[in-house]
């Protein structure tokens, strides 16, 4: 079992940039893909990036495809959002998520999330 603790959401004024972290305890989280979601008022859960266990492939919603870079460290357990020309319509609480699988996306340990607010 993963656990996880996100910190780095603030307030920021639209075309800002926040770097979301998300640091891991237990031994397998170098083994775990990643995965960072959100979460706005009323809407679904959504995934916005994931990452494999070595870095060597990641994806992105269409919606943060060139503004959004999801990174990891295995060194310090460690997961990163960088998000850049933030938009009002990224304001949402933001959790990262830990996958059973080193390249398969099925997710079972979830951090208490991190709520970023642009203004516009």
């Known amino acids: 079992q993963v656990q996880l603790v996100e910190s780095g959401g603030g307030l920021v004024q639209a075309g800002g940039s926040l770097r979301l972290s998300c640091k891991a305890t237990?031994?397998?989280?170098?083994?775990?893909?990643m995965g960072w979601f959100r979460q706005a008022p009323g809407k679904e859960r959504q995934l916005v990036a994931a990452i494999n266990w070595n870095g060597r492939h990641t994806n992105y919603t269409d919606s943060v495809k060139g503004r959004f870079t999801i990174s990891r460290d295995n060194g310090k357990n460690t997961v990163y959002l960088q998000m850049n020309s933030l938009e009002a319509e990224d304001t949402a609480v933001y959790y990262c998520a830990a996958s059973y699988y080193s390249d398969y996306l099925e997710f079972g340990s979830w951090g208490q999330g991190t709520q970023v607010t642009v203004s516009s």
């Open positions: 237990g031994r397998t989280f170098s083994a775990s893909a």
